[in-house]
């Protein structure tokens, strides 16, 4: 069981970076898997990145790939999704997403979310 909440998303030029945090609370968070997603409007929820339980392997979206960082600390009970050289089209709200096993890409396989950050990305 885990319950999740985002934070650090914001309005930023093109080009800018941000952080985004997901905080979890729960005694079972070293055991899962984590997944960042985003909605834009009008938009189906899309994979942007996913770490597995131990830090050890990550996957990302073409989207995002060299440019998006996904890392955790599971002393803090957080994970991170660190931003670099945003894009207009970066545009979405953000999700952490918690399930416990191998890290996935769809959006349905994830059983726990958070409440979701917008981030807005200025030309």
């Known amino acids: 069981q885990v319950q999740l909440v985002e934070s650090g998303g914001g309005l930023v030029q093109a080009g800018d970076s941000l952080r985004l945090s997901c905080a979890a609370s729960?005694?079972?968070?070293?055991?899962?898997?984590m997944g960042w997603f985003r909605q834009a409007a009008g938009k189906e929820r899309e994979f942007v990145g996913a770490i597995s339980w131990n830090g050890g392997n990550t996957l990302y979206a073409d989207s995002v790939k060299g440019r998006f960082t996904v890392s955790r600390d599971n002393t803090k009970n957080t994970v991170y999704l660190h931003m670099d050289s945003l894009k207009p089209e970066d545009t979405a709200v953000y999700y952490c997403?918690?399930?416990?096993?191998?890290?996935?890409?769809?959006?349905?396989?994830?059983?726990?979310w958070g409440q979701g950050t917008q981030v807005t990305v200025s030309s």
């Open positions: 729960g005694r079972t968070f070293s055991s899962f898997a």
């Open positions: 997403a918690a399930r416990g096993g191998v890290l996935k890409v769809t959006a349905a396989l994830y059983y726990y």
